[in-house]
């Protein structure tokens, strides 16, 4: 049997392209894919930097074998908007997906569409699955068969305290609202679990025809839950709190409140009320240096298996996470800390240790796979393959990412700006390299009115209402009347901004 080495990052210059195996080009092989989702994993990993104080060397020890895009966002701060859009190549703004629901093939004009996984499948792949992939269940053991060969364990947070180990929190206190110190055995987390049959299916392998396997782990969502162990990763004080501003949202437009009206996550008057800052803090980052190790399991089997050097990994985010920042908890804005995510390539094709400051898309990931494996390219997908950037760094990119949360409203990211447009025409505009917190909104500014009507000029020119069946999280606005609709209620200007 042939063995293919793993190779040492520190010998490898920085951005040096690791060449296609051997076997690869002799056989004509195609690479395989190891495809890393992590829910609601913001960009407080070591190769984004977001977080001075996070842990999670086998994210880092990827990023020394690939490249990592440090401007890479999502097409909507939601699990099942950004999901859809990812493995669809299609944006939200396309085809309407902004809730939590519906499964995109309970939708008429959607039911039929070739998913990632599914075109994979139809060039010779075996495509296999665990953990969270999809948002939800979708169906018996016939659909998922659609979707992919072979079904590991499903995707959850595992072992739990018999009952919260917070106070009740604001708004139905949500079940998954919840974090802190839980003594158990890592053996017992969902995450684990799926890590180990990851490993399992890589060591036992089919050597016949390529794979694509996707792995998603559940942590960092909330209830974030670790023992001691991972929690004295991090000091128990406030140095650990992110950067934040009292008159944040001051200068932020009403309807930007519209896009997380009413949620469980708690805002941050609750958790400082309650003591539960540092604690949030802390559990969120514990968290992910618990997911990070899940990661280096994965990782270790795949270079065990001798197969490291043939197979292609990305690693992504499904979108980021506020914790504290702009007075808040949870998703649902179109700011860098919840738009923000990781973005890792390596393998196959792949320059080493290079990072790239060009925004990208996690739209991208689709054309960027069939693009890399020499798949047969798709005419009906939105997305750019980042293989230019992969190759070479610093290769330049026109399009900037676009992030959309129900229609109408939009974040342009380029390399420098961020520019935000609300439904009813509200707007902000953020200068991220002197402001990397968005503190300072400068829609306002004279001296940007030509940069600005540069931004928006990217506003999707399809920007469609929400598909049927849309529910949670589902915003949509009357301008005639000027009353936006959240989940179904009415919101004047006037109403009071839920606490
Ligand atoms: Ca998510
Ligand atoms: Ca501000």
Redesign the pocket.
Known sequence: MKILRFVVPAMLATGMVLPVSAEQTSGGRRPNVLFIAI??QNDWVGPLGGHPMVKTPHMDRLAARGTTFLNAHIQSP??NP?RTALMLGLRPSTTGIYGLAPWFREVPDLAGRVTLPQHFKAHGYRTLTAGKIYHGGIGGPAKQKIEFDVWGPPGGVGIKPPQKLIPPTPMGNHALMDWGVFPHKDEDKQDYVIATWAADQLNGMPKDDPFFMAVGFFLP?VPCYATQTWFDLYPDDDSVLPPHREDDRDDTPRSSWYLHWELPEPRLKWVRENNQWRNLVRSYMACTSFVDAQIGRVLDALEAAGLADSTIVVLWG??GWHLGEKGITG?NTLWERSTRVPLIFAGPGVAVNARCTQPAETLDIYPTLIDLCGLAPREDIEGLTLRPQLTNASAMRDRPAITSHNQGNHGIRTERWRYIRYVDGAEEFYDMVNDPNEWTNLAGEKKLAGIIAEHRKWLPSIDVPPAPGSANRVLTYDAATDIATWEGKPVTRADPIPE
Do not use: E, G, I, V
Request: with cysteine; net charge negative; hydrophobic share 10%.
């Open positions: 829910d609601d939601l699990c950004s969502h499904d979108h998703k």
